[in-house]
């Protein structure tokens, strides 16, 4: 069974082919109906807020033909302490994939090892896959022009550098990390001390072959020189809220201001993940500065996922 847990469950052959059907189901979209999900149900099982995630999963499957059933993890038995491994079992009698927003990064491994459908994450605590692949789709599109196809999209990204500001050792800078690697891109991570990547990140990029794949410094400036994005994230994810005060001081000299956007290449991309918090990690003239592009990055997770969903099911069809 094929699932999509991390950025390295897709091959290279396979990333260019999710921005390949990305870009045409972008421009297809609303033209005819969808049929690669036709009569299935995909369940959403989520224990974190989210608008972008729950909203474009849920309106792609939709679109692909078939039906979403958001759950709650609260609303079922496994958030009264049911198994994993029990509702994996028999969410796997009704349904055709799961999509996973949890805290434990575990959970969604056990989920895909105990069930018989294809499970994506869709955050954890550790990695936050679907973003990325959007984030590198929203890029190679700017990049590559309006006729590339898959391998010239996957091709644009090479040897371009991200700098990734603040928490730098939150889900979404691992992610970056290993996607950078997996798409052959630079990255330097800009943060505070105490928060490089962990040991636990390490040996995932270490098994990966990627090990020492990233710079990491506690200089911003340093992050951003030559760089064709800058990136940040929220200081304080979902979970971590009880940190707060310590967080916000220790990361107040990696806000994303104009000064540091501005000492970026100058063709330099603003991207991040949203929610954002202006005024903490980002100053609000660069989230409204022209070459921003948070919103793209927010369509396309639409367009993305529904590519990441066709592929899962055609692979697992084919056993
Ligand atoms: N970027 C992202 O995953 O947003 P949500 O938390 O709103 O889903
Ligand atoms: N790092 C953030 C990402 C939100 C999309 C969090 O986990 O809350």
Redesign the pocket.
């Known amino acids: 069974m094929k699932h999509f847990l991390k950025e390295t469950d897709f091959t290279p052959a396979e990333v260019a082919e999710t921005f390949a059907l990305a870009r045409k189901l972008k421009t297809e979209r609303g033209q005819r109906a969808g049929e690669v999900l036709r009569h299935q149900t995909w369940a959403l099982i989520f224990s974190?807020?989210?608008?972008?995630?729950?909203v474009s999963f849920e309106v792609g499957i939709h679109e692909l033909g078939g039906n979403p059933l958001f759950l709650n993890k609260n609303d079922i038995q496994l958030g009264r302490g049911e198994s994993v491994e029990d509702t994996a079992k028999v969410l796997s009698r009704f349904v055709h994939g799961l999509i996973v927003?949890t805290y434990e990064h575990a959970e969604v491994e056990r989920l895909a090892a105990a069930g018989t459908v294809p499970v994506i994450n869709?955050?954890t605590d550790f990695l936050?896959p679907?973003?990325i692949y959007t984030d590198a789709f929203t890029m190679a599109e700017r990049w590559a022009g309006p006729a590339a196809g898959g391998a010239e999209l996957l091709a644009s990204l090479k040897g371009r550098k991200i700098a990734f500001l603040g928490d730098t050792a939150c889900n979404m800078a691992n992610s970056w990390v290993l996607g950078a690697n997996l798409f052959g891109m630079k990255i330097s991570l800009a943060g505070p001390k105490g928060f490089e990547p962990t040991a636990e990140f390490q040996a995932l990029l270490a098994k990966e072959g990627f090990a020492g794949g990233y710079e990491f410094t506690t200089d911003p400036m340093r992050a951003v020189k030559d760089a064709d994005v800058v990136y940040t994230d929220v200081w304080v994810s979902?979970g971590k809220e009880e940190e707060k005060r310590e967080r916000l001081a220790l990361m107040a000299p990696y806000t994303v201001s104009a000064e540091v956007f501005a000492a970026a290449k100058p063709d330099a991309l603003f991207m991040h993940?949203?929610?954002a918090h202006p005024g903490e990690e980002v100053q609000r003239a660069v989230l409204d500065n022209p070459r921003s592009i948070i919103f793209d990055q927010?369509e396309n997770?639409l367009h993305t996922q529904k590519a990441i969903m066709s592929i899962l099911a055609a692979a697992n069809r084919r056993g």
């Open positions: 974190k807020s989210s608008t972008r995630t729950r927003r869709a955050l936050h679907c973003q979902m993940c949203l929610p927010a997770r």
